[in-house]
């Protein structure tokens, strides 16, 4: 059947933001031709971001192995044999050192991953402590740490976290597939507390776990359907690691990643699209094309919690390669957030008013100049 998504149609996706999916449009979308595909993403891309703009995060893991999930991709879980060194909680003067070196290397972001079902009161004024300090040195914080009851989200949110990453990781229907210990409803329960929370939103999946496209439409549809989309959207390729149930898997087809990453690109057209983990094994040209189909966002750094990560010096050499640049936290403001500095720097430039209007004074921003 001829795919119902006209193949020079981006109206739809540049004007408004969608909830309402259907999985045969994502599908259909799926089957376009891929250099139609790529327009529709790359257009869509430009009219909400700067096309040469990359957002950088760095990974750090505060706590490592012995995770009582099964995910069957994890190196991290404890069901599996996979030599993975593990590490309790780490200090706090650690995540700052690496935060402070993050930073100096141009991250904007610091992401803090522990491998546990759910904090655990004891561990939460350290978790809490984390983001404070490292969002004093004036770096974006996010954390994954598995499922979050409403009270640790707020306290979280009350610690100054920016972002909480819990990824849906594929369809419902092939969820049970990949992990048994937590349902996909707990994930979307997790979701909501952290949006209830005023956090913002880091979910994305992971392709290559044997899924089917139609999984993969699935994931997107989920994602795409919820009430606000994500802020940000990894996109992950599986990276098979030894030991787990997972380490012989087939490899997903390369064009079928970025083909899902330009089908997210559309669906979410404001959201930060992540090129995530398995990005160390994808060549130049590869990592180049899911840029151009609206990939905007990586981690940078050494290791991606267990895995190796592309070499810091690899993406600097690639960006400068491509004429991509970092996006610096300056650039990556809201437009509501440039016009609120606007009309500060108008209103401080007015003359003093010549009396004082108690009614008013509470609004005004006189008061301040
Ligand atoms: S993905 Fe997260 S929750 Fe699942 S086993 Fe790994 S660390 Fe645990």
């Known amino acids: 059947m001829a795919p119902s998504v006209r193949s020079n149609d981006v109206s739809n996706n540049t004007d408004t933001i969608r909830h309402n999916w259907r999985k045969q449009e994502i599908e259909a979308l799926f089957a376009l031709p891929f250099n139609d595909l790529m327009f529709q993403a ?4 430009r009219a909400n971001h700067n096309p040469n703009a990359v957002q950088m995060s760095t990974l750090l893991s505060i706590k490592t192995g012995a995770c009582p999930e099964d995910c069957k991709y994890c190196s991290q879980s404890g069901h599996y044999n996979t030599e993975l060194e593990k590490e309790k909680l780490i200090e706090v003067e650690k995540v700052l050192q690496e935060a402070r070196t993050a ?22 004024p350290y978790v809490l402590k984390m983001v404070n300090e490292v969002k004093s040195m004036g770096m974006e914080t996010c954390m994954t740490l598995g499922m979050l009851s409403p009270e640790q989200a707020e306290s979280l949110a ?8 819990h990824n849906l990781d594929t369809s419902p229907e092939y969820y049970n597939s990949i992990i048994t210990t937590r349902s996909y409803q707990d994930r979307l329960d997790t979701l909501k507390h952290v949006r209830e929370s005023g956090m913002k939103v880091c979910a994305g999946g992971i392709l290559g776990l044997g899924e089917s496209r ?60 992540r090129l995530s983990a398995g990005r160390e094994a994808m060549n130049e040209q590869m990592q180049s094309l899911c840029f151009l189909a609206g990939a905007n966002s990586i981690f940078y750094g050494e290791r991606l919690l267990t895995t190796e990560n592309v070499e810091e010096d690899n993406d600097v050499v690639l960006f ?40 008013t004074a509470n609004k005004s921003s006189f008061e301040n100049a």
């Open 42 to 45: 790359q257009t869509v891309h």
């Open 103 to 124: 930073k100096e290397k141009g991250s904007t972001r610091f992401c803090m991953g522990a491998a546990w079902r759910s904090p655990t009161k004891k561990d939460m």
């Open 158 to 165: 009350d610690a100054g976290l920016d972002y909480y990453n």
């Open 214 to 273: 139609e999984d993969r439409a699935g994931l997107l549809m989920q994602l795409a359907n919820l009430e606000h989309h994500p802020e940000s959207v990894p996109v992950n390729m599986l990276v098979k690691i030894k030991g787990t149930p997972l380490e012989a898997e087939e490899e997903l087809e390369s064009f079928e990643f970025i083909r899902t990453i330009a089908v997210a690109r559309i669906m979410m057209p404001e959201s930060f699209v």
């Open 320 to 359: 400068e390669k491509l004429g991509i640049v970092p996006l610096t936290l300056e650039t990556n403001r809201s437009d509501s957030e440039e016009e609120a500095e606007l009309m500060e720097e108008v209103q401080a430039n007015q003359p003093k008013p010549l009396y004082y209007d108690a009614m």
